[in-house]
Nanobody, 132 residues
Framework: QSQLVESGGGLVQPGGSLRLSCTFA?????????VAWFRQTPGKEREWVSC????????????FYADSVKGRFTTFRDNADKVVYLDMKRLNAEDTGNYRC????????????????????WGQGTQVTVSS
């Protein structure tokens, strides 16, 4: 079984919304992990979408977004730190892809964005298809 599990994908019309969820299959909390979302379409390179930083001193870390989704997507944890969401709005065809979440223990989003680290724990993905 995958260490992370995604859900919430589906078929949606352009302009619609979806909310994806990411959890540890084991029930391990995600508070000490940076959690990122990626998407991939066959024939294209994997694209980084978003990252929410690990909690520090009880406060959720900052979120970062790819330019292509900034202003439309939001990523955040639930109050119990069991789920990380990717709230997607105003979807368009370019948002189509297999969305995977990834987590890394005690690593910041900025470290990943700077190329200093990688995500090693992944889910298998949930398909998002935006089509009229």
């Amino acid at each position: 079984q995958s260490q992370l599990v995604e859900s919430g994908g589906g078929l949606v019309q352009p302009g619609g919304s979806l909310r994806l969820s990411c959890t540890f299959a084991s029930g391990v909390l995600l508070d000490s992990h940076a959690v990122a979302w990626f998407r991939q379409t066959p024939g294209k390179e994997r694209e980084w979408v978003s990252c929410v930083g690990r909690e520090v001193d009880g406060a959720e870390g900052p979120a970062f977004y790819a330019d292509s989704v900034k202003g439309r997507f939001t990523t955040f944890r639930d109050n119990a730190d069991k789920v990380v969401y990717l709230d997607m709005k105003r979807l368009n065809a370019e948002d189509t892809g297999n969305y995977r979440c990834a987590a890394e223990w005690m690593v910041s989003c900025s470290a990943y964005l700077a190329g200093r680290t990688q995500f090693r724990t992944w889910g298998q993905g949930t398909q998002v298809t935006v089509s009229s």
